[in-house]
């Protein structure tokens, strides 16, 4: 029905997350009334990204380095650090393991939580195979091994997919060797307990009990 | 529109909670069809409520005294108590203070809590005056004054009117004047946390601060 | 849970249509609350609806026949009609079949109609037999055969249930003998069109293209 | 929170239709999983777009010209038709006046409209000037006086804005001086009534009252 250059952005946009075919039309439709500055911005935009952008060598968030740093570190650019694992002030005895990018974001707004990260990269479901592979589990690995680190908090969705991810990550990670003198590892989950503006009426057992249980 | 007995049982219905004039619309309809013998029933188990049913008189419950022992405590119907007040096993040095009855049943659920409980009879918003005087505090606080009770739960919901509720009992509570030798009472409330099947990304500030703070 | 005199009237109250147990729960703990006279008021009110309320001889529309008239037709109160059946400036030429007593109302509120009605009294879905059986056919033949009728309005919802509802009766309508003399009678359909509020971008290709041919 | 350059795509994926900051967001890390091929692609179809589509000189639908015929018609690129305006099958009395490309689609679906199109590239609401200066009313009268069109379908949403708009166009369209000799133009609206799936019992008045009157 659409013309085939209109059609093939359309299709482009449709796999967007949360898009569908009828909003990637919408999206073409918006970008055909834009001036030529505007669609030349937004391509520049896309292309800067890729140039600028880097993933901490440590926890894998997208950062963009200072431009001084990138130029003393040149010949090393793979070994920069996000300006959370460089601050001096994070606790390196604790490492949060995020499933992705976004979820970083309401952790640090809490202001609860002053160590570092790891972004895993997904979630499994079922522990398949194919969905395990595209965990960052060796590089966790690597980090904890490395690092002084005494609690990894498993901040994964309390879904059925965040519960089969942290089982198999505690599988993983409780047989690990750490470097002789480290003191064991304490792996953690985040509370369960009634949300903000949630009613007891209809709460599940296990998230009830969890908050009779941490009640204070 | 409606005939006059049709339309006054239609407003009787549309005071029933969450029934608007539509529904109870459906429900006169609906009665219209069944046997004189249903209604009969309803109208029975209606009055039967009346009849059998008490309220406990600790915790406020409604309860349906055994016949033996409402023969054996004739002279003091009142002072009779539900079976949960009653249980032995249940621990009298916890009182669980809850909105309304309804919310019981899903704490029972999570067999996490053996204490007693004390059924509020309502919320406050906005600490109104006459909202305050719905609410059993009266008779709360001779609860606390009468019963070895060690620690209050107010298990209100995390809402604004759970939360106004809950800061109005803290204060009629901590000034209270216990018998001699009385140990003081701890006052606690709900872990926040995040409940089954929410999501990280979604969660807001003090949710996701309370999981973190009691990860475990 | 509950007791077991509560839980019959839960029980009952889950019969209601709309009503799921947990607002059957709430009905009952708000019956508690109320008062000797207004328990006996719902009772009064239900079953002064089985003694007041009778069916429109030819509509089956629920009505309340007026004090004067039950006494004079006492000896046939079978033969009572509603007062919409009754008016004579309704058009008794149209007949407007309609599957349940709710669905009157907003057909009256429009205004556009002045025709009789006829209660049908539920759908089929699928043509069952144990479906047909429930619905008024045989009254409805008998209507058409004994009134001037000459046009019928299937008045049923444009759903899956309401199409195949409306098929049977043209099915089974169709073919009806009519008195000689009379003229072949008319069976048509609401029309298909854009609601208010509706949107051109949603509407599915049978509604939009019924807008386009009602165009006006 | 973010890098100033992600931050940047952020605020301009912001701007999209239906696109909020964290959807926004969710676009950018998606965009960085990307390939370089792909985001590429990405920014070559969006140039392509306003490479090649053209917007139609009658109805100002987006298409994209033959080749051959952007050749032969070079000198006058901006006269182009689109398929449908030069489709001779087309019936050229009939134009249909829609808000938005969009809305196209479903109209041809329906397959019971065979005329022509005219874009007017929004709504008003209010009848405020600002809002009305953005559609194409002049082109629109151009269109009327320069083709033998004897019936306009305005087909806008039936919203509050739609009606508005409609009433709008009805105004300036009505005391059009057509040439000597071209008939009366008449002003249509697409039909109102139950769409489907709808239910009778939730209809409003009007809806319900055109349903009866367009029935058949």
Redesign the interface.
């Known amino acids: ?1 659409y ?4 059609q ?2 359309i299709n ?1 946009f449709s796999k ?3 898009v569908g075919p ?2 990637a ?8 009334k834009l001036s ?1 500055e505007e ?5 520049q ?6 140039e ?2 880097k993933l901490c060598s440590f926890c894998f968030k ?3 380095p200072a431009r001084n740093a990138s130029h003393s570190d040149a010949g090393g650019g793979e070994g920069e650090l996000c300006e959370i694992c460089k601050n001096p002030v994070r606790d390196k005895t604790l490492l949060c393991v ?6 970083l ?9 002053h160590g570092r990260y790891f972004i895993l990269g997904g979630t499994v479901s079922r522990l398949r195979k194919e969905d395990m592979e595209k965990l960052r589990i060796k590089e966790l690995q690597e980090r904890i091994q490395g690092s002084p680190i005494e609690e990894i ?1 498993i ?5 059925t997919e965040g519960e089969a991810t942290a089982l198999y990550l505690e599988r993983v990670l409780k047989p690990l060797n750490l470097p002789a003198g480290r003191q064991v590892i304490k792996i ?29």
């Open positions: 029905m013309p085939p250059s209109i093939k952005l482009i967007f997350p949360t009828r909003t039309a919408r999206f073409v439709f918006y970008l055909m030529k669609t030349d911005e937004i391509s935009s896309i292309s800067t990204i890729r600028k952008i997208p950062f963009e995020i499933e992705k990018e976004t979820d974001i309401p952790i640090e707004k809490t202001q609860k939580y908090i901040a994964v969705n309390p879904t953690t989950r985040l509370g369960r307990g009634l949300p903000v503006g949630g009613e007891l009426e209809y709460a599940d057992e296990e998230t009830l009990g969890s908050a009779f249980e941490s009640r204070k």
